[in-house]
Each structure stands twice: as structure tokens, then as C-alpha cells.
């Protein structure tokens, strides 16, 4: 399934959910899986939406992973990053307005996968610049 000297396609796909802090909020999404187009590195792009803190948070990330071990029974680490487009509206009672950045962030997770293919992660994202401070999400991952 992770061959990666095969070409970069869609694999399989899931949703996400979790909690922001700095802006203090509930986001949840979907995200993709691209594969590997390296060795153990993945291409897993996501939207996320937010809310709480009197903002709403869209967000378009482009992020890749390294995955430590090729074993998909256990649970694994990995690490990686991005860049995010960034749509924040603001909704404070009649100081309304929105603001849109170009972020980035690093990530770090376990993953495993299951009995019946798919995958389950637990990830915790640090944001560098024009992203929240730190996201923590799980989620899960549907192969066709």
C-alpha cells in the first residue's frame, strides 16, 4: 500500500477532530492520503474548520509526515510540517471582520493500524507563524 517507488495518489481518505488552543477552540475536518512520495514520507493534506473564542477558523494545510517504522500493526511515531492557509472570522458582537495569513507548523503523532486496514492516529501540532499556538486531534484513516 506505502510502496514509494509507486507514483503519488490518493489512497484513502478520514475525519479529524480536536481541540485549539490560542484561539481556544473545538475543529474538526477531513484530510487526505496521498502516500508516500519518499521513503516513509507522506503526503496527508487537511481542512479544519474551528470554533470558539468568538472566531471561526478555516483552515487548507499542506503537510507531510516521516512515519519511523514500515510496520503498520504497531503503534508508530512520526513527525512533520506544513504550511496553512489561514481564514479567520471575527465575531464579537459587532466588531466583525476576517483576516487571512499564510502559516506554518510542525507535527508530531502515534499511528496504527487496525484489523479491518484502516488507520487511527493521535497528533498534537505546534504552530510557528499565523497559525494556533497548538492543536491536538485524532483521527481516522479510510483505504478503499
Do not use: C
Request: overall charge negative; hydrophobic content about 40%; glycine content about 16%.
Amino acid at each position: 500500500m506505502d510502496d514509494p517507488g509507486s507514483k503519488v495518489r490518493f489512497r484513502g481518505w478520514g475525519p479529524r477532530v480536536g481541540l485549539t488552543f490560542n484561539p481556544d477552540q473545538v475543529h474538526f475536518g477531513a484530510h487526505l492520503d496521498f502516500g508516500n512520495f519518499a521513503k516513509h514520507i507522506r503526503l496527508q493534506p487537511n481542512l479544519e474548520v474551528g470554533f470558539g473564542d468568538g472566531l471561526t477558523l478555516f483552515a487548507i494545510n499542506a503537510e507531510a509526515a516521516y512515519r519511523f517504522a514500515e510496520r503498520w500493526d504497531v503503534w508508530t511515531p512520526y513527525l512533520g510540517g506544513g504550511l496553512g492557509f489561514n481564514i479567520v472570522s471575527v465575531d464579537n458582537g459587532g466588531d466583525n471582520g476576517s483576516d487571512t495569513d499564510i502559516g506554518a507548523s510542525i507535527l508530531g503523532g502515534i499511528e496504527k493500524g487496525l484489523a479491518n486496514g484502516h488507520r487511527f492516529f493521535i497528533e498534537a501540532k505546534l504552530g510557528l507563524a499565523d497559525s494556533p499556538d497548538l492543536k491536538g486531534t485524532v483521527g481516522w484513516t479510510f483505504y478503499h
